[in-house]
């Protein structure tokens, strides 16, 4: 099973996205069988949390089961947070560098409380989401799962990624990305550990096919790759597994731990 | 350079992955010496590896035997892509011609096929924030051919085959500096039909050489 734990829908004003349409997701999930994938609306990564956080969950009610909904909290709007068990929602989606706020900051305070994992966008050496802070975070809540998006982004920072975040379990290694590579996917997996590395594409950002592709074609056991693309999420999400034997891991970090 | 994971020899990533054969330059050529780089490149005579050597406009020789297609870096060479220097080089040598699209700029690249309308040109690296500017030049300049490695945006190849064909669009990876393992899983997943794929794959880049 193929779970993808970083998507989108929605425009974005920088580029041209030629399919930012959730069906077109769906035909390209169908594709190369991905399951299911958690995505955020652009509008709510952007100006708009309310708007686009309900335009995700309508998709996610369309097409039950094929899309999870990252609901984007703004910090400075102090966007409504979901409840734990609402359907259709897999966690909260944070992007310090879009909303300008580091991610260590008191602002996410009721984030790290609502009892839901959160994924955040991670750019290495940026003031607002460095892996350093991810490091502080887990520190301070270290039982709310938190997903690094794209790992730091930067291949330059990928290793100094997963070394800052090794001592917190909670933290994942997501792995989409421009720069990212199926060779620093194995790398990743050998450093940290293939059960702390998670697939995600960043599509329709970027294209689904290009982003699974590189954990599709890594140089990973296939044991490994089972975990990446799909069992570690599952695991994390409490979702069903999916028909692998999984080693003998530690179970998710405990949700709703208000630290 | 700033890696510590590249292969001494790309042919065993390209046997893991399925490709037959690559287009490459020389490390050297681009990170040192270009004439270096392309003496070391031509040395190879290993027929998986197709030689493009570098050439830099008023310093490489205009006669080079067997090679098919050069490249350009008018950035990291530091000159005038469009300046007299190279459209001397580039009518002499009579060769398709591959430039990074971080090297130079849409505008530049339009200038340079307006001054040399027989010129075939392959942008690489052309990336997805630059659609739109991408396909205004494709528009423009019907000797454009675009390198889809880096076309990233979901449905980008798919949108540039509907424009202008998959007989301008050709397969690379930018590897072992940038990632093949994307490209190589969509160039398989292609929502488009197989004799396109095959274009797109290996013809596109044939015809153009």
Same mark, same amino acid.
């Given at each position: 099973?193929?779970?993808?734990a970083?998507?989108?829908?929605g425009t974005?004003p920088?580029?041209?996205?030629p399919h930012?349409a959730?069906?077109h997701l769906?035909?390209?999930?169908?594709?190369?069988?991905?399951?299911a994938?958690?995505?955020?609306?652009?509008?709510?990564v952007g100006?708009?949390?309310v708007r686009?956080?309900a335009?995700a969950?309508e998709?996610?009610? #369309?097409?039950?089961? #094929?899309?999870?909904?990252?609901?984007v909290?703004?910090p400075?709007?102090r966007?409504?947070?979901?409840?734990?068990?609402?359907?259709?929602?897999?966690?909260v989606?944070?992007?310090?560098d879009?909303?300008?706020c580091r991610?260590?900051?008191?602002?996410?305070e009721?984030?790290?409380?609502?009892g839901?994992p959160?994924l955040?966008?991670g750019?290495?050496?940026? /003031?607002? %989401?460095?892996?350093?802070?991810?490091?502080a975070?887990a520190?301070r809540?270290?039982?709310?799962p938190?997903?690094?998006g794209?790992?730091g982004l930067?291949?330059?920072?990928?290793?100094?990624a997963?070394?800052?975040?090794a001592?917190?379990p909670?933290?994942?290694?997501e792995?989409?990305g421009?720069?990212?590579?199926g060779r620093w996917?194995?790398?990743l997996?050998?450093l940290?550990?293939a059960? &702390?590395?998670?697939? *995600?594409?960043?599509?329709c950002?970027l294209?689904?096919?290009?982003?699974?592709?590189?954990?599709a074609?890594a140089?990973l056991?296939?044991?490994d790759?089972?975990?990446i693309q799909g069992?570690?999420?599952a695991?994390?999400l409490?979702?069903?597994?999916?028909?692998?034997r999984?080693?003998?891991?530690?179970?998710?970090?405990?949700?709703g731990?208000p630290? | 350079?700033?890696?510590d994971?590249?292969?001494?020899?790309p042919?065993?990533e390209?046997d &893991?992955?399925?490709i037959d054969?690559?287009?490459?330059?020389?490390?050297l +050529?681009l990170y040192?010496d270009?004439?270096a780089g392309?003496?070391a490149?031509l040395?190879l005579?290993?027929?998986r590896?197709?030689p493009?050597?570098?050439?830099?406009?008023g310093?490489?020789?205009e006669?080079?035997? *067997?090679?098919?297609?050069? &490249?350009?870096?008018?950035?990291?060479h530091?000159?005038?892509?469009?300046g007299?220097?190279t459209?001397?080089?580039? %009518?002499?040598?009579g060769?398709p011609?591959?430039?990074?699209?971080?090297e130079?700029s849409p505008?530049?690249?339009r200038h340079l096929?307006?001054?040399?309308?027989?010129? &075939?040109l392959?942008?690489?690296? /052309?990336?997805? #924030? #630059?659609?739109?500017?991408l396909?205004e030049?494709?528009?423009?300049?019907p000797?454009?051919w675009a390198?889809?490695?880096?076309?990233?945006t979901?449905?980008?190849?798919?949108?540039? +085959?509907?424009?202008?064909?998959?007989?301008r669009?050709?397969?690379?990876?930018?590897?072992?500096?940038?990632?093949?393992?994307g490209?190589?899983?969509?160039?398989?997943h292609?929502d488009?039909?197989?004799?396109?794929?095959?274009?797109?794959?290996?013809?596109?880049?044939?015809?153009?050489?």
């Amino acid at each position: 099973m193929i779970l993808d734990a970083h998507g989108h829908v929605g425009t974005w004003p920088d580029f041209l996205i030629p399919h930012p349409a959730a069906e077109h997701l769906l035909a390209a999930m169908d594709r190369i069988g991905v399951a299911a994938m958690g995505i955020s609306h652009l509008l709510a990564v952007g100006p708009d949390a309310v708007r686009g956080n309900a335009a995700a969950m309508e998709i996610a009610a #369309r097409f039950s089961g #094929r899309f999870g909904v990252w609901q984007v909290y703004n910090p400075h709007h102090r966007t409504q947070l979901p409840s734990v068990g609402t359907p259709g929602v897999w966690g909260v989606k944070l992007h310090p560098d879009v909303h300008q706020c580091r991610l260590d900051d008191p602002s996410y305070e009721p984030v790290w409380r609502c009892g839901l994992p959160v994924l955040a966008h991670g750019q290495t050496d940026s /003031p607002w %989401s460095d892996p350093a802070q991810f490091a502080a975070v887990a520190a301070r809540h270290p039982h709310v799962p938190l997903i690094m998006g794209h790992t730091g982004l930067w291949p330059y920072g990928f290793g100094r990624a997963a070394r800052l975040v090794a001592d917190h379990p909670s933290v994942f290694l997501e792995t989409c990305g421009s720069k990212m590579t199926g060779r620093w996917i194995a790398r990743l997996a050998a450093l940290a550990g293939a059960e &702390r590395v998670l697939f *995600g594409s960043d599509a329709c950002f970027l294209d689904l096919r290009t982003g699974y592709g590189r954990v599709a074609l890594a140089p990973l056991t296939d044991a490994d790759r089972a975990l990446i693309q799909g069992g570690n999420l599952a695991r994390l999400l409490g979702l069903p597994l999916p028909d692998l034997r999984l080693p003998d891991l530690p179970g998710p970090p405990e949700k709703g731990h208000p630290a | 350079m700033p890696f510590d994971d590249l292969p001494e020899d790309p042919t065993g990533e390209m046997d &893991r992955l399925g490709i037959d054969r690559a287009f490459v330059t020389h490390t050297l +050529s681009l990170y040192s010496d270009a004439a270096a780089g392309n003496e070391a490149l031509l040395a190879l005579d290993d027929p998986r590896l197709v030689p493009v050597p570098v050439v830099v406009p008023g310093e490489t020789g205009e006669e080079l035997p *067997g090679v098919r297609m050069v &490249r350009l870096c008018p950035e990291r060479h530091r000159f005038d892509l469009t300046g007299p220097a190279t459209l001397r080089s580039l %009518s002499a040598l009579g060769l398709p011609a591959a430039v990074d699209l971080e090297e130079t700029s849409p505008a530049q690249l339009r200038h340079l096929a307006e001054r040399l309308p027989a010129q &075939r040109l392959l942008v690489l690296n /052309p990336g997805y #924030r #630059r659609l739109r500017a991408l396909a205004e030049l494709m528009d423009e300049a019907p000797n454009v051919w675009a390198e889809i490695g880096t076309v990233n945006t979901q449905g980008g190849v798919e949108w540039l +085959s509907a424009r202008y064909g998959a007989g301008r669009l050709v397969f690379g990876t930018g590897a072992p500096v940038a990632d093949d393992c994307g490209p190589r899983f969509l160039l398989d997943h292609l929502d488009l039909p197989a004799e396109d794929v095959e274009r797109i794959a290996a013809g596109s880049l044939e015809a153009m050489v």
